[in-house]
């Protein structure tokens, strides 16, 4: 098959230059007030401290594990800061920016994180559903939620839109592409977000797609945009006016945002084992935060005294994350039980109550594990 | 005879099995470049090269089906999951077709593929990663099932699934990677559906398999300092299952005690209890008794992971009790 739609450079949507030049696009206007932009840039410096400071808690043993984010800021703020409050989001894992702007506290995130709940926040409350791990589940998850939305007539204006998160790994799954279908067939008010880092764990782009990500969509019958995903402005944008089709009852939209993960897969992780440093410098030059900051200084619009607030802001919220975290509190072993059944189980209540004697019976004793 | 560790064991085996035969490919997410979430396939990229080892996406159901595929042609895949968890995504290929071909197309052609994949809990990965759920595969006739306890039943067992010429999920666990062991320097090819009498006891039978087969042994050893004697056997092979083994056993010792790092009720455990009144009745001083995972999802705290998974002291706990049921009974 001579193929070229592989090889030919996809457009990508793009409001701020690396260099920090605000330039309109005439399908995705962006009206912006200065005070807004500043908002971006904080909310970017603010995630980016929260996971750099959730990495250095991992590394001293007080989180089983963590997903950085570093890279990704741009593309999570830009959308997560483009959904209203009736929205709902169907995270993946590496979503804190969502989360952030979602109103999720740090210490529900890094409760979940640490293990010391499974719930962490009420999904409803913030409109953000709770984490997915199994690659590409939340996409059917997601679809299914956005069908109620439709069945409930929840359209137009004051509407809801859907939008779910995921990775370019998962456009392999088959729930995903499922999720796709399910979706175009039943015109259903979601945005499929795809937060293409480039990698999957060790396994480059190349490995999950031939086509570019947001090519697929045309197969499925709804379009699909690429996007600058280091650009908060463009991610805005472009979200917006998916968010708002889905709304007004235009069906689902695909956003690829085409970033990259500065940091490891996961703390488990060292990429210096399979990718070339070089890679990473390059991305380096593309930062979404020093853009912003680029864009805010050369224009004027923020002045030394903002920067420094923000940085200081920064510094008291690193401070508070390291310190709530530490003091999240250990669950009881007998909490095993606690959240198996929405409804009172008889066979589970034995087993709490044969537990319990079990674990009395080691009272007073030394040196017992459990 | 040398001394290394349940991973190394795999690893050796792996690729003297590609030396061996042409036929062996691997396929699985992270297995090349990375060398396996588990670093078992280190070094087999580079030394066989992407025709053998390959890189897949991530769709387990799109890379068991097309193995299963591969091997109606006479290749002999050897698939990775990164883990038991993710053959989730895979059953409808691994149940409704794996161990369905051979029979449904007349015996016109077998399907002679391995599925690799650790279960295991234990390592704070939560409840979706963290399953045993190997009775869904021991559970479907046309399907075998091994779970090696150690590095030397792992290089054997191994051998033998990749020339068997049927279907076999090969279990693994990861808290028995880093595990070592005497594995001998000649290639060994284990009898698949052997369990064995891996310690001889006189008091009682303890009965696990895969994590929970070294986890009895060390039970067993420390029993042993209190002057009780416990007949250890690991299953090995999960189907077929070695029920004759296991009834010896019972015979001598006259009780039983299963350790499983499943969930109870209806578990593997309730399997071998069912056949030990079924050939043993009679040999029988004491209810069979079965020591579990605690019936909730797999908590990701630390604290609640290690209150739900079974131990040395709730094995120990169940011995003393069984064995002080029978002196009731025979004393
Ligand atoms: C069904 C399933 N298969 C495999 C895994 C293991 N796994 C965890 S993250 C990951 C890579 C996902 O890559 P991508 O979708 O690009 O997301 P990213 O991590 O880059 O954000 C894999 C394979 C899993 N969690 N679920
Ligand atoms: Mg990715």
Redesign the interface.
Known sequence: MSDSTAHEEPELIQLLTPEGEFVQHPDYPLDITPEEVRGLYRDLVLVRRVDAEAVALQRQGELGLWASLLGQEAAQIGSGRALRPNDMAFPSYRDHGVAWCRGVDHKQLLGMFRGVTNGGWDPAEHGFHLYAIVIGSQTLHATGYAMGVQRDGAVGEDGTAVITYFGDGATSQGDTNEAFNFAAVNNAPIVFFCQNNQWAISEPLERQSRAPIYRRAAGFGFPGVRVDGNDVLACLAVTRKALRNAREGQGPTLVEAFTYRMGAHTTSDDPSRYRPSAETEEWKLKDPISRVWSYLAANDLADDAFFAAVDAEAEELGERVRRDCRALPDPAPLDIFNEVYAEPHTHLERQRAEFADYLASFEGAEGVVR | MSVITYRQALRDTLRSEMHRDENVLLLG??IG??EGSYKITEGLLKEFGERRVR?????E??FVGAAIGAAMLGLRPVVELMTI??SL?AIDQIINHAAKIYGMFGGQTSVPMVIRTPGGGGQ?L????SQNIELFYSFIPGLKVLAPSTPAEAAAMLRAAIRDDDPVLFLENLGLYNTKGEVPDEEVVAEIGRAAVTREGTDITLIGYSRMAAVTTRVAERLAEQGISVEVVDLRSLRPLDRETIVESVKRTGCAVIAEDDWL?YGIGAEIAASIQEGAFDYLDAPVRRVAM????M??????????MP?A??IT?VIHETLSAVGRRVG
Request: charged share 20%.
């Open positions: 997410e992270e470049v990375f890189d897949t996406p991530i769709a159901e799109g968890n993710f995504i704070q939560g409840a979706t990663h009720t605690a019936e909730v999802p908590p990701y705290a630390k604290p609640l992971e290690t209150a739900a131990s002291e709730s706990t």
